[in-house]
């Protein structure tokens, strides 16, 4: 019953957060409504009051499912991997779902909210060097953690979470110039992710808000 | 076998994320020992070559167990939960258990490291009101969210991780002198929280590392 409302993405196209999210769902074969929330339009239409009920936030993604709203991606992910059929997003074996959680958790509480829109528009001038700085600080240590737990994927074998926070911010990397070439483990590891489909359909150059200029 | 190594958590009485898997680790009667790590002393003890092995991200929390090491603190909780008897930490309900994650994931990715020791460093000057700014922006969220998941804890009538994040997010927050009072859903909860055993005897003004004059 709960399962028949449909499944709405209010996200953008260049959120790394919200590229989390769609991976998740690409994996999983599910369907899903995308309602775009242009961050920088009319000064970011995540500040609307009528954005702020589904995210009090003001953030994206926000996925509407099931009844629910959730707001943070991990959590959105989660969900839908203990609720919906499909490939594991999380590892069975215990060990493994902690190093896939611990790897997410260094990306979307370590690096991803020090670079985040919000924050660098508070930083200011010197944005791109602190945005630079929080994301270089993260590789530096994801890399030799990658080193110890790495198989094809971030964790052994099997895609997961980790690879699912992976990709997205290795692109938030290379859009403030950060050498991805000194992480040899995370260049690997996100070229081989970004041959899979899921991650191809759900690349930011390909989004129904993408901009015409910026599609591939 | 592997579960007869000694459990070791690498912490600072201060840091809210260390304080949090203290939490876990008496909600669940965990024995462990502690490992001062003082993020002040020395210019700061996470940036010694030993600790960097141990946590490349040079922060703590980090927690040995089990012969692996794990260093984001809801990856530990986690872990611990899942392989630990005692109180469930996430409940066994998915929508219970998103909205556990997605409270969490608020305080862990939305607020914590925006006031982290760290950044607030490279802020300078103005870092009580960059404090300040982003935990009141949290709790603006957060206060929402809380009245719809609450009952007589954040999610429902059971202790939960999420629970485990907010009270050092309080704590920090009165730290920072951000009015807690504007937040009565988050004021109640802190406040019954602060009456449980497995809260009070983890408070940071009770740890080996405390110092003589902030304890209490």
């Known amino acids: 019953m709960a399962t028949q409302t449909k499944t709405v993405l209010h996200g953008y196209f260049r959120s790394s957060c919200s590229w989390r999210v769609r991976i998740a769902f690409a994996l999983k074969g599910i369907e899903y409504d995308q309602a775009p929330v242009n961050l920088i339009k009319d000064g970011g239409q995540q500040f609307t009051e009528q954005y702020k009920k589904i995210n009090p936030m003001q953030q994206v993604p926000a996925v509407e499912i099931d009844g629910i709203t959730l707001s943070q991606s991990l959590a959105a992910i989660q969900y839908i991997d203990e609720t919906r059929p499909g490939p594991r997003l999380l590892p069975a074996d215990p060990v493994k779902r902690a190093q ?25 001038a010197e944005k791109i060097q602190w945005a630079q700085h929080f994301i270089e600080r993260g590789f530096q240590a994801l ?69 015409v200029d910026m599609r591939t």
Chains 1, 2 share one sequence.
């Open 143 to 211: 890399e030799p953690m990658l080193k110890q737990t790495a198989g094809k994927y971030c964790v052994g074998d099997e895609i997961s979470m980790a690879d699912i926070c992976l990709v997205p911010q290795v692109y938030n990397a290379q859009r403030y110039k950060v050498d991805v070439d000194q992480y040899p483990t995370i260049k690997r590891l996100n070229q081989t992710l970004l041959e899979i489909d899921a991650f191809q359909v759900t690349h930011p150059s390909r989004q129904p808000d993408t901009p």
């Open 100 to 124: 896939v959680r611990m790897i997410s958790d260094l990306i979307a509480s370590g690096i991803q909210p020090l670079q985040n829109v919000y924050v660098l528009q508070k930083v200011g």
